[in-house]
């Protein structure tokens, strides 16, 4: 059974750095793109990047380029969402979601983890 | 690519037939995909390739289009059909943008 198991909710400060986390079972790890999606409280969903665990190949979204880092470690099948300085506006729910190829037709999200609710306080 | 969805929300009874309807801004082809997401809970795929249903997905969801207007339709609403409904274009990198949702509601 594939499944995607995301780390538990977390609650920072800003300038706070964070590393969450998105691990793979079930499946090749190494064969799927891995990407991550936000979603805002109240909000819809914002595509944020994408990683292919198999040689570390990450896109991301101009939205997200630089606020974010994304990883994977394929000897785990895990990959990472990062921040270096949490802004009170990256308050939000993460999730990160398989895509079974790069080529466009494959391009969509058919397993999704439970999500990883990150809170952003002074 | 920016992707339009109407209505933002409906309500309707079990039984209905619904109709949501997402707009892209240029044309993608085929390549959309529409997400059910229920409150609390990660999205789920339902069609991608504008019309290929997901494994495992109740045959009562369809849907159509190409080029820059695309459907979903639930031919008859089921109870458990409520929550929040995406579609995705699969076109254009960077960023392949959803649509701002359309909220299902019974009825």
């Known amino acids: 059974e594939v499944q995607l198991v995301q780390s538990g909710a977390e609650v920072k400060k800003p300038g706070e750095s964070l590393k969450i986390a998105c691990k793979g079972s079930?499946?090749?790890?190494?064969?799927?793109?891995i990407a991550w999606v936000r979603q805002m409280p109240g909000k819809g969903l914002e595509w944020m990047g994408i990683?292919?665990?198999?040689?570390?190949?990450?896109r991301y979204s101009p939205s997200f380029q630089g606020q974010v880092t994304i990883s994977a470690d394929k000897s785990i099948s895990t990959a990472y969402l990062q921040w270096s300085s949490l802004k009170a506006s990256d308050t939000a729910m993460y999730y990160c979601?398989?895509?079974?190829?790069?080529?466009?037709?494959?391009?969509?999200?058919?397993?999704w983890g439970q999500g990883t609710l990150v809170t952003v306080s002074s | 690519i920016q992707l339009t969805q109407s209505p933002s929300s409906l309500s309707a009874s079990v039984g209905d037939r619904v109709t949501i309807t997402c707009r892209a801004s240029?044309?993608?082809?085929?390549?959309l995909a529409w997400y059910q997401q229920k409150p609390g809970k990660a999205p789920k795929l339902l069609i991608y390739?504008?019309?290929t249903l997901q494994s495992g997905v109740p045959s009562r969801f369809s849907g159509s289009g190409s080029g820059t207007d695309f459907t979903l339709t639930i031919s008859s609403l089921q109870p458990e059909d409520f929550g929040t409904y995406y579609c995705q274009q699969l076109n254009s990198y960077p960023a392949l943008t959803f649509g701002g949702g359309t909220k299902v509601e019974i009825k």
């Open positions: 390739a504008a019309s």
């Open positions: 240029q044309g993608i082809s085929s390549y």
């Open positions: 990683i292919y665990p198999g040689d570390s190949d990450t």
């Open positions: 979601a398989r895509q079974p190829g790069i080529a466009v037709p494959l391009r969509y999200f058919d397993y």
């Open positions: 079930g499946y090749s790890f190494t064969s799927y793109w």
